[in-house]
């Protein structure tokens, strides 16, 4: 055999030895993992594709015939093709309605509506027959005091015990960061939208 075949079989039997080993302590992970409970999510950060990611794991949840719901705040006036898609594979939405908030300019206004869909968010929270809740973009009525922590934490802390819950935005609160399970954040490494390209249907919204 030659130097160089030496050296393929060496490195292959290196490789097999390091996967072996990767392969049993992810095993061994996996082996311990036994508790099985709703989980809450958290996806927060700066960066685009929080809610996309939200409605990723609502569409994913619905493709294992799990039973799913939505609760949109901020965004409420735009299209949305996730809405579109979703509500006809049996998907219910909650929908703010009014928009982003520097559009109304009328705070009171906003906080009546975002309690309007924090009311029907507490119903959704406590059906046992859903799997999964999304709170779209939540985070900024939180940030922006117009719904009470106490409550959302209390109402997270009573839902089913199966029910996972996905909460995306911005600058999620701490004690909500504390509550999850999972929290993602989402970095913002560049955005067309700063070099003034517009945002693309099906693509942004």
Known sequence: MTDEKMTDSNMADNHKKRMQKLKEKVDSRIDSATDERGLLIVITGNG???????????ARAVGHGLNAA??????????????QLL???????????????????????DITAAKQVWLKCKELLSDTNLDLVLLDEMTYMLSYKYLDLDDVIETLNNRPKHQHVIITGR??????????????EVQS??????SGIKAQKGIDW
Do not use: P, Y
């Not at 685009?48 to 609502?58: A, D, E, L, R």
């Not at 909650?94 to 009328?106: A, I, L, P, Y």
């Open 48 to 58: 685009k594709g929080k809610s996309t990611s939200g409605f990723g794991t609502v």
């Open 70 to 83: 939505v609760a949109q705040f901020i965004k409420g006036t735009w299209a949305c093709g996730e809405r």
């Open 87 to 109: 509500e006809n594979a049996g998907v219910k939405f909650s929908v703010m309605g009014t928009g982003f908030t520097w559009n109304t300019q009328d705070k009171e206004k």
């Open 171 to 184: 600058a999620c609160h701490r004690a909500i960061i504390d509550l999850a399970d999972t929290v993602s």
């Open 189 to 194: 490494i560049k955005h067309a939208f700063d």
